[in-house]
């Protein structure tokens, strides 16, 4: 039954196409990536809301009904309808953007792979929060951290003005490497926190991204089946050339990951020079270069080690900060030469590889054992399901592990055992 | 008819829990839990009656509760009952599976669609507030046209709900219904009802939400009365494909006047300001809907006889 | 430094001049939204570290919630949850009955209510107070049966944070409503900022 409501045009028409006012905005970080998306100029939304995320799709779909953003909301069943929509509107040219968290990224785990493997230029915000049971809705990283081998790009953020360029930023990424790119950020402390961000100039944006060009067009005159069965080994095609089989897709998927490496670099390089910003391209230091022990970690949790790092400074330990804002792909070459001549480094990671250790502490781990260097890695387990983490207990978890290096009593266990920062077991 | 001095004295909810001021699922779920005795083992999935059930290490509620995922209620009851069923206690319980309308005709609906072609022995029942309310009023599958929501924010709603009941009627289920808890009666003899037959049991109830319909809290039942008694919200049941009229839509198909839509409207915030056409048009699909009904119901035929 | 020296050194350790304000209020009372507003007016007056966050987890309408506020003359970097704030505000007076709304208020720190009552001095904290409420109702800011006080509330905090002027707050405001709903809610700050009675701890009470 077709109704009035139904019937009518879109109340507003387009009023003002793409200019978000630029200038500084106290916002949050759903705000920062509903604008980022907003000024990226993207064509098509599709979201399911779900704690902290939903208001990034509120805002979207507010743009998206006054006029101000002309693009398509579809207000789908699920989150794997979510990104099948995606998907659609992905090969058929559209530039797209979703946003999730925790069981909706699990939710969407069976389409992310499609995603990836497909080839699309997908942007989603994935809102870290901790994965049930038992429920819970406030932070942690485990939600991204268990789809690291779903073959997208994963960049995480420290803050609200990260948020926003990191979103331009990969879309641009996206769609010069042909590969979906995860923005990762902490739910709650920069989802609903808000902060001081610059907002830039929409035109300057647009300038930034150039229009986005499918791989393989759809072509009524060159027809192509898209992702059929493909089968182990390389097959002739009708035309008598030698086509991949399922092994060489996977090779060139992970080879395109690994490239990828100086295209993030260059990508926040250009953004810096053209709005004066940097994201830290694969990663960021701080009082770095004479630190003999490092702490690495990813997110929000970085401005709170620096915090702490300073702590370390003022007693006269030589401690330095390293945040990985490159997860996936994993810039271990990067990582290597940055931390070889390290002697001591703690990892702090907000999600567990359960039955190992934190998933940065065994990819840094991995990373250094072309290391000739005798560095020795601690990792901890912090703030998992929203617990508080204060600046002082990573200051004094660092400061035990310096201690004990320094007394030589670091054992075989500190080395191979999940340390757990605050837990009150 | 089960009069309210019949009504069984033992509580099954705690005093407090964590809903809404002037919330209308706790209504709901007091006299759900009455009418099962208690005897009944809940799934619950991701919901505002997850929120209502309480956070660890502290419940509202005295009977044993399972959390579900959001999409996977009534699988996971499925998996409850047929283990009752593979341990021989298939009796000893009432397995209640209790999932709002997001949860059941959105992104739910497979599961439940499954387990409804399997007939399993389960009641499950839809609390329908019309909107994701858990996480902040979105629009559902459930929402009315014209409502405006945190994902229609300006425009309302542009499309029409879906009618859930029918969708399940057309699984041939043993037994459909609907319900308002604003007649909590109806509603606990429905339950009873539901109790005593096996397989899969459907109850679509209406619950009035002050935070996300935005009203005055205390006129929830007031609310969901009007919604009744305008046909916006019709109460029936359908067994083995024979429909009845219950409670007040079955007084008022007796002899009463369905009330002007507007007086429903007008009390919520949530409805976009509609001109009188459109309305008009409101009025209409409610009439078209009502007289559907009334004329399916073959039992007030007889009655007027 | 020996060992306990040193964690005692990290405990205490405060970023220079970080101004910590928690908002006690019941949910759909709009602390979360004060809390926006204050930091985007701290911003406008120089704060340039100015963030606001609510309390992490669900929000339902009537419970007590908790949003907080920081303000800074550098960029915040801890993010973490306040423990010790120098400010509280509580939006409705009837929150002391159930939670403990001084919790972690440093000795010398303000607590600002919102409260139709006159309130004693207290032995340990400086106390601004008003019937934001009143002034609310009778200014018609009131939704779906309930008086708006958040932002009203905003003008004690002019007492108490001399950096943040009126005309900051209402530059601040633009961002959050249209101008017909602006122009109301500047007047009752205005309103609340005139009328609100400040007692500093040493008792004599100072009207607004
Ligand atoms: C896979 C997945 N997607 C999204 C969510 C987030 N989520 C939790 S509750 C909820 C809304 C529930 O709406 P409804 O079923 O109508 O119940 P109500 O809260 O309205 O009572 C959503 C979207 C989730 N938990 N899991
Ligand atoms: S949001 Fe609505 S349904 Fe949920 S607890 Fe509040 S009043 Fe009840
Ligand atoms: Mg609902």
Known sequence: MKTILEKGPKTETQKNPKSYPSGTHIITGNQATAIGAYLSGVQVVAAYPITPQSPVVEELARFIESGELNAEFVHVESEHSAMSVCIGASIVGARVFTATSANGLAYMCEQLHWASGSRLPIVMACVNRAMAAPWSVQNDQQDSMSQRDAGWIQLFCRNNQEILDTVIQAFKIAEKVYLPVMVCYDGYILSHTVMPVEVPNAKDVQDFIPPYVPHTPIDLKKPVNINPVTLPDPRQNADGIVCHGYLEHKYLHHTALRESFPVIEEIDNEFKERFGRSCGGLCSTYKFDDAKIVVVCAGSISLLSSIAIDMLREVGIPAGLLTLRTYRPFPNEKLLQLLHDKKLIVTIDKSLSYGYQGPICVDLKSALFESSSDTLLIGYIAGLGGRDVKPYEIAEAVYETWDKYNKGKIVKRDLTEAKWINCKY | MTTILDLPVEEYMLPGNRSCAGCGLGIGLRYILKALDGKCIMVVPASCLTVLGGMYPVSSVRVPWINSVFPGTAAVASGVSIGLKALNKENDYTVLAMAGDGGTVDIGIQGLSGASERNQNFLYICYDNEAYMNTGTQRSGATPRGVKTTTTPLEGKRHNPKDMPKIMEAHNIPYVATACVAYPIDLYDKVKKAKDIKGLRYIHLLVPCPSGWQYDPKDTVNIGQLAVETGAFILYEVENGELRLTGRSRRIAMGGKLKSIDEYLNLQNRFLKFTPEEIEEYQKEINQRWEILVKRDKSLQKEEN | ?208
């Not at chain 3, 001399?162 to 959050?176: G, Q, R, T, V, W």
């Open chain 3, 1 to 208: 430094m020996d060992e306990n020296e040193v964690r005692l050194f990290f405990r205490n350790f405060k970023e220079v001049d970080l101004i910590q304000i928690r908002w006690h209020g019941r949910g759909g009372q709009g602390a979360v939204t004060a809390g926006r507003i204050l930091a985007t007016a701290g911003y406008l007056s120089g704060y340039i570290g100015a963030t606001s966050a609510p309390f992490f987890g669900a929000e339902r309408r009537g419970a007590p919630v908790i949003a907080t506020t920081k303000l800074s003359s550098q960029p915040i970097r801890d993010l973490s949850q306040i423990i010790s704030p120098n400010i509280v505000v509580v939006l409705d007076h009837t929150l002391f009955k159930s939670i403990d709304v001084t919790q972690g208020l440093s000795n010398g720190g303000w607590l600002i209510i919102n409260t139709p009552d006159i309130i004693n001095p207290s032995p340990k904290f400086n106390i601004v107070y008003v019937n934001a409420t009143k002034i609310a109702t009778d200014l018609g800011l009131v939704y779906a049966g309930v008086p708006l006080v958040n932002t009203p509330m905003l003008g004690t905090l002019l007492h108490v944070l001399p950096k943040i002027d009126l005309s900051s707050m209402h530059k601040a405001l633009e961002y959050f409503f249209s101008p017909t709903a602006l122009a109301k809610n500047f007047d009752a700050i205005s309103q609340v900022f005139r009328e609100a009675r400040v007692i500093p701890l040493n008792n004599s009470v100072i009207k607004g």
